[in-house]
């Protein structure tokens, strides 16, 4: 499998053991080796239907091999392999990182936060669409959303 550097990819693994609650139960890592003798450990999450699944981004190019962990039998010993290949997609930049007062990605491309707060989230159809067209016009690339209090301001 070949996944461009700083590109996601996911694995699936499944047990036939069913569990009263498997978000506690069961614990499953990975352990990603680039041939390079770096590694990197991902925790998998559960995702239903005695399924679980880990999501890698290869930081590297070149050859990565994984294996799991788990307290599953079935879970446990998963091994295989992917290809770190270089990024051809625009926003394949790699993780941001802050050097001084500005944020970086890892190929060196600069990266400006344009932020601002919305409260809209519960609004209809009509909002959103003028909402959404207001953030791509003034180049808004993060938002926050202000949620309501513990209790609530909407039916």
């Not at 770190?84 to 001084?100: E, H, Q, W």
């Not at 007062?101 to 959103?128: I, Q, Y």
């Amino acid at each position: 499998m070949n996944v461009e550097r700083w590109d996601t990819c996911e694995f699936s693994f499944t047990t036939d053991t069913n569990y009263d609650n498997p978000f506690t139960e069961v614990d499953v890592t990975t352990v990603f080796t680039h041939e390079g003798g770096r590694t990197l450990q991902v925790n998998g999450f559960y995702d239903g239907d005695q399924t679980w699944r880990v999501r890698f981004m290869p930081v590297e190019e070149g050859d990565w091999t994984f294996e799991t962990a788990s307290n599953d039998a079935a879970l446990n010993g998963q091994t295989g392999k992917l290809i770190g290949v270089p990024p051809t997609k625009d926003y394949l930049k790699g993780p941001i990182s802050a050097k001084g007062h500005h944020f970086f990605h890892a190929d060196g491309t600069p990266r400006f936060l344009l932020s601002t707060r919305l409260s809209c989230h519960f609004s209809g159809p009509k909002v959103w669409s003028n909402a959404i067209r207001y953030l791509i016009d003034h180049c808004i690339n993060r938002v926050f959303f202000i949620m309501s209090g513990v209790h609530g301001t909407v039916e």
